[in-house]
């Protein structure tokens, strides 16, 4: 199994070249203004999952003049587009993260919120076997896990 990334977003860069996500979107033939850079820069830098309102917070930091409704507008194109995904944790918040060529899932910690991105050959070489058995041909497929780190207590509805 590899993990590949967990933890806060680092703190926003100013960007000298174009972000991997901005890259995505010019080839998707998005025009890209300088709102929807900076927008792109923050979702490209994140380690983390964010939601929109960290999106925005993030992005303010590098240009003060977005609003919150330019944020929300751009990752609606950017999800139309199919550059970005929105995933649910369960938590209530949409979260969001760059689509990739590698495909993962996610463990969610109960406890803290924390998202674990992994990989799992064997998991992936199973999924086919079940679709199969089944008699389908799998084409797509998203799995979240959630759990408790051992030797916590089960969190309460409150925190949740």
């Known amino acids: 199994m590899n993990v590949l990334a967990q933890g806060a977003a680092p703190e926003p860069v100013a960007a000298s ?3 991997r ?31 929109v309102e960290q999106v925005y917070h993030r992005a303010v930091t590098i240009d003060p ?5 330019t944020v929300y507008r751009t990752m609606r194109l950017f999800e139309e587009a199919n550059v970005i995904e929105r995933l649910d ?19 969610i910690d109960l406890h803290t919120g924390q998202v674990t991105e992994f ?10 076997k079940i679709a199969q058995a089944l008699g389908y041909e799998l ?20 925190e949740r």
């Open 17 to 19: 070249s174009p972000s």
């Open 21 to 51: 996500l901005e890259q995505l979107c010019v080839e998707k033939g998005l025009k890209m203004t300088e709102q929807r850079r900076v927008i792109s820069r923050v979702l490209s830098d994140a380690t983390d999952h964010p939601d």
């Open 65 to 69: 003049h977005i609003s919150i409704a």
């Open 89 to 107: 944790f369960g938590d209530g918040r949409a979260r969001f993260e760059e689509n990739r060529d590698t495909h993962h899932h996610h463990l």
């Open 119 to 128: 990989q799992s050959p064997e998991l992936e070489v199973l999924k086919e």
């Open 139 to 158: 084409i797509g497929h998203r799995l979240e896990l959630y759990g408790l780190r051992r030797g916590r207590p089960e969190p309460g509805p409150e």
